[in-house]
């Protein structure tokens, strides 16, 4: 009778030490599991965020030369050739920028951008009025965009801190269960040395 229920100490104790284990494999791989994410979601806010918003800025920067070429520059021909170096520099930066990672709104806001950009690019060059006009309702566009960057950033940070405390919850349920199986291992230990020590007596 001893014999079998020292077996079956040992068993359950077995049992425990294998469950041990199994816990800190499986807090290993949650805590990977959401660094990768969170390190996922920082690389997206660098990437499809502040890499876009550095190109709008650039494009808004190069818009507000181009108005106030239209503005100050009263030679025609050094406006009209100041006007379409600035306008190959936007467009470079509007190439580089169509190969970020869009959401829907942003596909739609740059649709009527880059629309903007070519009803100013075919207006005749000595009617400065309109191509001012233009070049305000392009900054407007590009304002926008600039505000869904923003948005974009505010949720993917707000993924981030979501992801991190959900990984540490699950660390601290993790390392709480594995607490309560080292107490249940202990109390195995002692009873089985009780019993061992009663046997021998």
Known sequence: MAMVSSIKGKLAASGLIIGLGALVL??????RKHTENVKQAIST???DRLIAEEYILRMTTGLYEVRLALNTDSN????TNNIKTLLTAI???GNAYLKTKFTDAETSKSDEFFAALREFESLPMNDSEAQIAVAKKA???????SA??????KQIMARAESLYQTGKTSSQFVYAILIILLLVLQAFVFTSKRKTA????
């Open 26 to 31: 499986i807090s290993n791989y949650i805590d």
């Open 91 to 93: 467009n470079e930066e």
């Open 76 to 79: 025609e021909a050094n406006q």
């Open 45 to 47: 806010l660098y990437e």
């Open 148 to 153: 869904i960057q923003i948005e974009e950033s």
């Open 198 to 201: 009663s046997a021998t007596e």
């Open 139 to 145: 900054l407007g566009f590009l304002s926008e965009l």
